[in-house]
């Protein structure tokens, strides 16, 4: 496994364009230094930041929750030493190395070049214009609501009394909940759709009104008491404004890529070369002379 990831990390690593060192793939110099390695090889954030510009972010923030990065960098250190080992060993003399690095580096800006197609600033109104496009997909029954969960109905309802007689619902829910995800956050479980959450436990909520506390209902996880904040029918735009922004941002990428894709003319040696437009037309010139010279005749 760490060698898979090494040579994926090493790929994305060597496609880094140059510095204007004459050293093939030497780097600017600056940024902050994350690790020093082996005394002298430094891995700074300007070099992660190359490596990851192109990983989406919820899987980059997957990747540094799960302590990810700390391998990322390790292998950055791994990349590095063989990279200077390369250098001092003269490999870039081989004739295969050059061709390599130079077709990294033609890999690198090519995607680059797409990759920018795509950063431009997307206006307000063509949010709005997808939204209203895709408006139907967000046409759907949502409710805000948090919860009380606990394995014993007499603890529920002993629960539900503390709070029809004032009780903090969230300092009841951290200090009771079994529920380990909302529990700490004082029960609140966010935006959800209808369906989305056990049959018992969604009905009890869309059947109530913004405000209200209901229970206990059971489910097969226990007995819930149920606080609905808030309903809507409709996902508002902000809650989506960054999922269409990439959307529109990803179809930027894709119709830069068609455009060039279409303008290709490509010839391979063997093929009839299409005759140049001169030389076609005193060809047809030609043919009309022999015409003329053939009705006099």
């Not at 869309?206 to 097969?220: I, K, M």
Request: hydrophobic share 40%; with cysteine.
């Amino acid at each position: 496994m760490r060698t898979t990831i090494f040579l994926s990390l090493g790929l994305l690593a060597c496609a880094t364009p140059p510095g204007s060192s004459s050293t093939p793939g030497a780097l600017p110099s600056g940024g902050e230094v994350l690790m020093t390695v082996n005394g002298s090889i430094e891995i700074t954030q300007p070099m992660v930041d190359a490596v990851t510009a192109r990983i989406p972010p919820a899987q980059l923030e997957r990747m540094q929750a799960s302590g990810q990065m700390q391998q990322l960098h390790e292998q950055l250190a791994v990349g590095e030493i063989l990279y200077q080992r390369a250098i001092d060993e003269g490999v870039l003399n081989e004739e295969g190395a050059k061709f390599g690095a130079a077709m990294a580096v033609r890999q690198y800006l090519a995607s680059y070049m797409v990759q920018r197609a795509g950063e431009g600033e997307v206006s307000d109104e063509d949010l709005q214009k997808m939204y209203e496009e895709r408006s139907v997909q967000y046409q759907k029954a949502q409710a805000h609501a948090s919860h009380i969960l606990v394995k014993e109905l007499d603890e529920a309802n002993e629960l539900l009394a503390k709070i029809n007689a004032g009780g903090d619902f969230a300092a009841l829910a951290k200090e009771h909940s079994t529920d380990p995800g909302s529990g700490k956050e004082g029960g609140d479980l966010g935006w959800f759709e209808a369906g989305r959450m056990v049959k018992e436990f969604s009905d009890a909520t869309f059947a109530a009104n913004a405000g209200d506390v209901v229970g206990p209902v059971e489910t097969r996880f226990g007995f819930h008491i149920i606080k609905v904040h808030e309903k809507r029918d409709m996902t508002p735009l902000e809650d989506v404004r960054d999922q269409l922004k990439e959307t529109i941002q990803r179809t930027n990428q894709e119709n830069y890529l068609d455009e060039v894709t279409k303008s290709l003319e490509i010839s391979k040696p063997g093929d009839e070369k299409a005759p140049e437009p001169a030389a076609a037309a005193a060809d047809e010139a030609a043919a009309g002379d022999d015409a003329a010279a053939a009705d006099k005749e």
